[in-house]
């Protein structure tokens, strides 16, 4: 009999948490192992993002169930049309419940990829479900408050890539009954990406994968290009990812250093990988937190072998910070943080320093297959 495990997603958008997902079920042991999928959302939910997962999970013969159809309507009557029409017929919330709670129960283990994936489906839980509930977090305390406020009195285990015992007490202060596994975010690696290469042409590109958003400040990269446009003349930086820069209220900072000229929004990359490759990028900028790569996005720079420095929004305190000779550079100097860029855009020594630092890095504690071994022991 193998152990039935059940991961639950939002959707299957090329996304940190879907990402996380794809990753772990290429590399989970399924020899004993019966792997299915919960997802939230339906799929062709969003006008901006395809379902680029789901296909992947399938060739996985990975069991998929959507929310909507597990809490669908149970109930028949010889009125079945009226009430269809009265709109009678749906489930009470209650009846919910006891479908979702039911079905979590049918299986040994439940993880939930994200804080927020849990929040959203918290509500369908009963009180009676006493499982340990396991949260791959893939959110920080900068990035707002979607664990922070969970029932501090269930029982979690945490899952993230925090490895220090002050960073676990900092994120999840205030639970009652927890513990923690610590697993970075990890990927199957495939060393045929790196193609960076340091180049002297005159014009020096910059580049920022990020989504377009009001809760992806980008202010201290645009003061960070108005400091080295005084230096280096011809220097661009490319801003990669969906969304409306105006929306995002980016402009505004735009217009008022006179960056017009030298930034240029790119759109959604498929790839964030092949876009590096094609572009001949010198240089990525990340929004960081203490001194990690950023997300799997920073991870799949650091593939490429194109070198990286960030911008710290961790509050409390980082031992690391404002130093180019550690592995991932974190700033919160303003004028540090464009002497490091220069180092790296002028200085072929630095830069490959830099890069390849960041590269073994990787090649040394990202990898999946090595990784899931502290998933997998979950399961005996």
Known sequence: MKTKALFVVSDFYHGGAQREMYEIDCALNKANLEVAILCLYGLDSSNHFSDFFYEKHIKLETRIVFLQDL???????????????LNFNKNTHEDKVKLVTNFFKSYEQVFFMGEYTYKNIEQYISSTYNKTRNVFIMCARFQGEQYRNLNKNDKYRFISPFDTEDQVKFEFEGFKNYNHIHFPLSMMIDKSWNKWYFNDNKVKKIAIFTRLSKTKPLDPFFYALHLLLSEIENLELHIFGAGDYREAEYDRYINHLGLDRNIFFRGHQKDIK?????ENIDLVWFQGYLNRPAGYAG??????????????????????INKLE????????????AAASKSI?????VAEEVALK???E???TRDVEKNIVKINKLFN
Not at 71 to 85: A, E, G, M
Not at 300 to 318: A, Q, R, S
Request: charge should be positive; proline fraction near 3%; aromatic fraction near 16%.
């Open 326 to 337: 550690y592995v991932f550079p974190h700033f919160k100097n303003l004028g540090l943080f």
């Open 345 to 349: 855009l002028l200085n072929k020594e």
């Open 358 to 360: 960041q590269y073994n």
């Open 274 to 278: 092949t876009t590096l490759n094609r």
């Open 71 to 85: 809490i669908k309507s149970t109930r028949k009557s010889k009125y079945k049309k009226y009430y269809h029409k």
């Open 362 to 364: 990787i090649l040394n």
């Open 299 to 320: 991870q799949d720079v650091i593939l490429t072998g194109t070198p990286m420095l960030l911008w710290d929004f961790y509050t409390g305190e980082n031992k690391n």
